[in-house]
């Protein structure tokens, strides 16, 4: 059965990774022949709503496409996590693993891909205590806030679940709680706030600039499955060849 795929990210910065137009929050929007994406902001409802829209839309296939925190030490910014399974409280969710494992077969050599668990958090992990914390007690080597929603749908409608995650931040270091108070639902900053939290000294310059730094490799992670599959994320992708 051919995959119609739909794809949930909660960021801008995330979409714009998958192509390189405006996406209004909330809204159904194609991509590719058989791809559609939903911007859905941060936040687990938010994901579960844009996947229940999705299915609406008719796709049978959803993909949670984004970033993740680190919980263990072993990952660091720009790694790619495409997880076995996700867990929500004590509830495991399912992966498509014969697609998952297409995708990690064509990734290049140089990008560090992991397997392994992804956790769902309820709000930004701003400490490493809290990130070894969420680790040991789920196994788990990554966490983000929206992949276990999308799971769930795709699990009560019996379709295929994907998650693509790149690494942002690693154990080491996390976003400040501060930088909640600059940040849009959908991920982007607001620049006023964001000066006055640098100016009063919330924010250290340097911290920016790291954040900055790790989202850059993280998309470019994201960037190169995008490149590597095509939209269909390498569940029938061929990739064009010229022939003389």
């Known amino acids: 059965q051919l995959k119609?795929?739909?794809?949930v990210s909660?960021?801008?910065?995330?979409?714009?990774?998958?192509?390189?137009?405006?996406?209004?929050?909330?809204?159904?929007?194609?991509?590719?022949?058989?791809?559609?994406?939903?911007?859905?902001s941060i936040g687990y409802s938010a994901a579960r709503g844009a996947a229940l829209k999705l299915c609406d839309?008719?796709?049978?296939?959803?993909?949670?496409?984004?970033?993740?925190?680190?919980?263990?030490?072993?990952?660091?910014?720009g790694d790619l996590v495409l997880?076995?399974?996700?867990?929500?409280?004590?509830?495991?969710?399912?992966?498509?693993?014969?697609?998952?494992?297409?995708?990690?077969?064509?990734?290049?050599?140089?990008?560090?891909?992991?397997g392994g668990i992804i956790t769902a958090c309820d709000a930004p992990?701003?400490?490493?205590?809290?990130?070894?914390a969420l680790g040991e007690a789920t196994g788990a080597c990554a966490a983000d806030m929206g992949s276990a929603a999308v799971a769930k749908v795709a699990a009560d409608a019996g379709i295929s679940f994907l998650a693509i995650r790149a690494i942002i931040d690693p154990l080491e270091f996390?976003?400040?709680?501060?930088?909640?108070?600059?940040?849009?639902?959908?991920?982007?900053?607001?620049?006023?706030?964001?000066?006055?939290?640098?100016?009063?000294?919330?924010i250290p310059i340097k911290t920016l600039i790291h954040l900055a730094m790790a989202m850059h490799v993280a998309?470019?992670?994201?960037?190169e499955v995008v490149q590597k599959t095509g939209l269909s994320f390498a569940s029938d992708y061929v990739p064009y060849q010229h022939v003389e």
């Open 4 to 7: 119609i795929i739909g794809v």
């Open 10 to 40: 909660a960021l801008r910065s995330e979409a714009k990774c998958l192509a390189d137009q405006r996406f209004p929050l909330y809204q159904v929007v194609e991509i590719g022949t058989r791809t559609s994406l939903c911007l859905s």
């Open 57 to 77: 839309h008719g796709v049978n296939a959803l993909v949670s496409f984004g970033v993740a925190a680190a919980v263990d030490n072993n990952l660091i910014p």
């Open 83 to 114: 997880p076995e399974a996700i867990i929500k409280d004590d509830e495991i969710l399912p992966v498509d693993l014969e697609w998952r494992n297409r995708l990690e077969g064509i990734m290049s050599k140089h990008l560090t891909v992991a």
């Open 125 to 132: 992990l701003t400490t490493r205590q809290q990130k070894l």
């Open 174 to 202: 996390s976003p400040p709680e501060a930088l909640m108070d600059a940040v849009y639902p959908d991920g982007s900053a607001d620049i006023m706030q964001l000066i006055k939290l640098v100016m009063n000294g919330a």
């Open 219 to 223: 998309r470019a992670a994201l960037i």
